[in-house]
């Protein structure tokens, strides 16, 4: 058997997320299909991650067994692939790696991003959250920041999740200005669900005044979701990158 890596895209518009689930389309079972038809085989591919239903991957990697050794830079078989596929799923390439390589445990960071729209825009209101009121981005950075000197975020985490630990080492928070766009970055080595909605929510209050740039960290401290601010919609969110200790393109 050889083990290939695909690198991916896809708009998460229509599925229940990436992973399998019995009574809902998933990316992961779109996937199964269309490799398992066109290899003749039973392909079950294994993510980097599990984005939730709406959240969208503009650069995402799973991996997958095959019988076929010869599937690396074959460009018929891409090509076949996204014909097959429907339309909000991209595949970009596939890539023979060592047989003990592993599309999610082997991942060192995911960087994913949120977006909001500052104005009115009716050609990208799926893909980003509209939201007009004023924010303090100055603050929101403030509270952002601390991020970085924590660990356990279980105030963001969505209750009752099947996880070991809610540890997670944040690199990177930040809100930039993008045109009529604000962007919230964030690098971290892992995620745990529902984590980065919940964070775009809560410093959407530390923006708006309803919650003290102090009471953020007081928050972190409390590990208590119930205190942390309302998660905003999964059309905004997007995991941009995952970044491995190897190289695979």
């Known amino acids: 058997m050889t083990r290939y890596f695909v690198h991916l895209a896809y708009k998460g518009t229509n599925y229940h997320g990436w992973q399998y689930q019995p009574n809902a389309i998933t990316v992961q079972e779109t996937l199964n299909k269309a490799f398992s038809l066109l290899l003749s085989e039973e392909i079950n591919l294994t993510g980097a991650g599990r984005t939730d239903t709406g959240v969208h991957a503009r650069n995402f990697f799973a991996h ?38 592993h599309a999610r445990f082997d991942a060192t960071e995911r960087e994913y991003k949120y977006y909001i729209s500052r104005t009115k825009n009716i050609f990208s209101s799926d893909y980003c959250w509209q939201f007009y009121p004023e924010l303090d981005i100055a603050e929101m950075n403030i509270a ?24 997670c ?24 669900r529902n984590m980065v909605r919940s964070l775009v929510g809560t410093l959407i209050e530390v923006g708006n005044g309803k919650r003290a740039t102090n009471d953020f960290e007081k928050l972190i401290l409390t590990k208590d979701r119930t205190k942390a601010g309302p998660s905003v919609p999964a059309k905004g969110l997007f995991l941009e990158n995952i970044r491995y200790p190897y190289s695979i393109i």
């Open 64 to 101: 997958f067994d095959s019988n076929h050794s010869d599937l690396q830079h074959n460009n018929q078989i891409v090509y076949k692939l996204n014909c097959f596929l429907p339309d909000d799923i991209q595949i970009f390439g596939l890539y023979k790696m060592d047989h003990n390589a």
């Open 144 to 167: 952002a920041s601390t991020l970085l000197q924590y660990t356990d975020f279980t105030s963001f985490s969505k209750l009752h999740t099947d996880v070991m630990t809610n540890n």
């Open 169 to 192: 080492k944040v690199s990177e928070a930040k809100w930039n200005v993008e045109d009529n766009l604000l962007v919230f970055k964030i690098i971290a080595d892992r995620f745990l």
